[in-house]
C-alpha cells in the first residue's frame, strides 16, 4: 500500500501565501503521477494540480498563475506552493497518488488525510 502524509496548511490572509508538502512513503513501485485536490464545504472534490510522471503539469483554471506545483521523484514528494491565495481557496487540500503499489498490482488511486487551508481577514 502507498501512504501520504501531508504538511503545511493553516491560516493565512488573503495575498499571502502558503506551501503545501506530500510524501509518499510504502510499497511503491511506480508513481503515475501526483496532485492535489480540494475540497470546500458543501461542494465537490476537485482537482487543483497534477504532475505526471514525464514531468507535465496541469492545473484547475482558477488557480493557473497563483499556483505551482512541484515533484521530487528521487523522494517520491510532490508540493503546491500556493501564492496571492483568496477566500475562495479556503478548503481541505488532499494529496493525491495514481501509483502502482507492486509490480504485480494495477494502478490505483491513493489519498492523503488532508490538510486544512482557510484563507481569511
Known amino acids: 500500500q502507498v501512504q501520504l502524509v501531508e504538511s503545511g496548511g493553516g491560516l493565512v490572509q488573503p495575498g499571502g501565501s502558503l506551501r503545501l508538502s506530500c510524501a509518499a512513503s510504502?510499497?511503491?513501485?511506480?508513481?503515475?503521477?501526483m496532485g492535489w485536490y480540494r475540497q470546500a464545504p458543501g461542494k465537490q472534490r476537485e482537482l487543483v494540480a497534477v504532475v505526471i510522471s514525464g514531468g507535465s503539469t496541469n492545473y484547475a483554471d482558477s488557480v493557473k498563475g497563483r499556483f505551482t506545483i512541484s515533484k521530487d521523484n528521487a523522494e517520491n514528494t510532490v508540493a503546491l506552493q500556493m501564492n496571492s491565495l483568496k477566500p475562495e481557496d479556503t478548503a481541505v487540500y488532499y494529496c493525491?497518488?495514481?501509483?502502482?503499489?507492486?509490480?504485480?498490482?494495477?494502478?490505483?488511486?491513493?489519498w492523503g488525510q488532508g490538510t486544512q487551508v482557510i484563507v481569511s481577514s
Open positions: 493525491n497518488a495514481n501509483a502502482k503499489a507492486t509490480i504485480w498490482s494495477p494502478s490505483d488511486m491513493y
Open positions: 510504502g510499497s511503491i513501485f511506480k508513481i503515475n503521477a
